[in-house]
């Protein structure tokens, strides 16, 4: 059973910080890539940002330069470390694990940041 469970999000005053991770387990982690997503009220879910197994790369160009992404393939865990956060990253944070070969793809629950001071 594949399992993805985000953690750290919580309530941040504009111009603040919050790490969040997302903990893998019934996958061959090393294998998948992993992605943050977020979903703000009446809008459609945005891709934040990815990191291949490899370990590269990509960011919306809305956190670009704020929000770096990590991964922990001894400890099968992503990270989302985000700062300088505004009132527009107010959303639900959902950490995505994708293995392209036989398009599997997994979602976690979601983690509910608020950006407000």
């Known amino acids: 059973q594949v399992q993805l469970v985000e953690s750290g999000g919580g309530l941040v005053q504009p111009g603040g910080s919050l790490r969040l991770s997302c903990a893998a387990s019934?996958?061959?982690?090393?294998?998948?890539?992993m992605g943050w997503y977020r979903q703000a009220p009446g809008k459609q879910r945005e891709l934040v940002a990815t990191?291949?197994?490899?370990?590269?790369?990509n960011f919306a160009d809305s956190v670009k330069g704020r929000f770096t992404i990590s991964r922990d393939n001894a400890k099968n865990t992503v990270s989302l470390q985000m700062n300088s956060l505004k009132a527009e990253d107010t959303a639900v944070y959902y950490c995505?694990?994708?293995?392209?070969?036989?398009?599997?793809?997994?979602w976690g629950q979601g983690t509910q940041v608020t950006v407000s001071s």
């Open positions: 990191i291949t197994r490899g370990g590269n790369t």
């Open positions: 995505n694990a994708n293995y392209i070969p036989t398009t599997s793809d997994y």
């Open positions: 019934g996958i061959i982690f090393r294998l998948y890539a």
